[in-house]
């Protein structure tokens, strides 16, 4: 394990203060991405504890969810809610590559990726006040939060360029290769299913739920490939947002 590519990793996905790693190679990137669970893995234990004082203190299923969504944001400083409104809202702007570009790089959130913004948070909530918490709840939590960093390996598998010529993505873009990949994806499919039966849910379910996700965000990078010639840092926020937002769906529905 690379110390260089966890502090990396835990620098990117969260307000820990780590020692920042003075341009890091393609090979330290790609690591850093394969060990974004691993890296999260303190945020996902402060999201926990925020469940277990919301059951102690007896708040609905509501207003716990909000406090998980609110938590999360805080301790990421929004970067991926702000990654999610740039894409979105770039996407939406022109067909025009270089002004969809332009959009994203002022980071103005316009009303597309306002929406955005609501529609995803919405469903967090959502599907985090309808899970069936009990005594595991706090642990489905924290896996889930894990798992949905593990999307990152598929915005930065090998083979998918960077939109641009600077920024995050020019870094990490094409530096997952395929064993690195593939870990991610066992850990997209193998953590949900540990979260549905922490919830009373059957672990088929959480199955299904890492199998959506994975679909959801390869047809993000696709879309983004095609329409603005590859990935970048705001891309990745947007994946890791979406990767979650659909595991909760899925785990929040009855089966």
């Known amino acids: 394990m690379s110390v260089d590519a966890l502090r990396l990793a835990g620098g990117f996905l969260s307000v820990l203060p780590v020692r920042p790693v003075s341009d890091p190679d393609r090979r330290t990137a790609g690591r850093a991405m394969v060990l974004a669970p691993l890296a999260v893995l303190p945020l996902g234990a402060v999201t ?4 277990v004082l919301a059951q102690v203190a007896g708040l609905p299923a509501a207003l716990r969810a909000v406090l998980v969504v609110g938590t999360l944001a805080l301790g990421t400083r929004a970067m991926h ?46 599907g985090l006040a309808a899970l069936p918490y009990a005594a595991g709840g706090a642990l489905a939590v924290l896996l889930l939060v894990c798992a949905s960093r593990a999307a990152l390996v598929l915005v930065c598998r090998r083979g998918v360029p960077a939109a641009r010529p600077d920024g995050l993505g020019r870094v990490v873009a094409g530096s997952v290769g395929p064993v690195g990949a593939g870990t991610g994806v066992v ?6 299913a540990l979260a549905a039966v922490a919830t009373g849910r059957p672990w088929w379910q959480g199955m299904v739920a890492g199998a959506l996700a994975v679909v959801v965000v390869v047809a993000l990078v696709g879309h983004t490939v095609r329409r603005l010639g590859g990935v970048s840092g705001d891309v990745m926020g947007a994946a890791v947002e979406a990767a979650l937002a659909t595991l909760l769906v899925v785990l929040a529905a009855r089966p």
């Open 48 to 51: 926990a504890a925020v469940v």
């Open 187 to 192: 850990l997209l499919l193998g953590l949900p």
């Open 81 to 126: 809610l702000d990654g999610l409104a740039d894409t979105v809202d770039g996407l939406g702007a022109s067909w025009d590559r270089a002004r969809a570009l332009e959009v994203m790089r002022r980071g103005d959130v316009g009303p597309m990726g306002a929406v955005a913004l609501l529609v995803v948070l919405g469903l967090q909530v959502a």
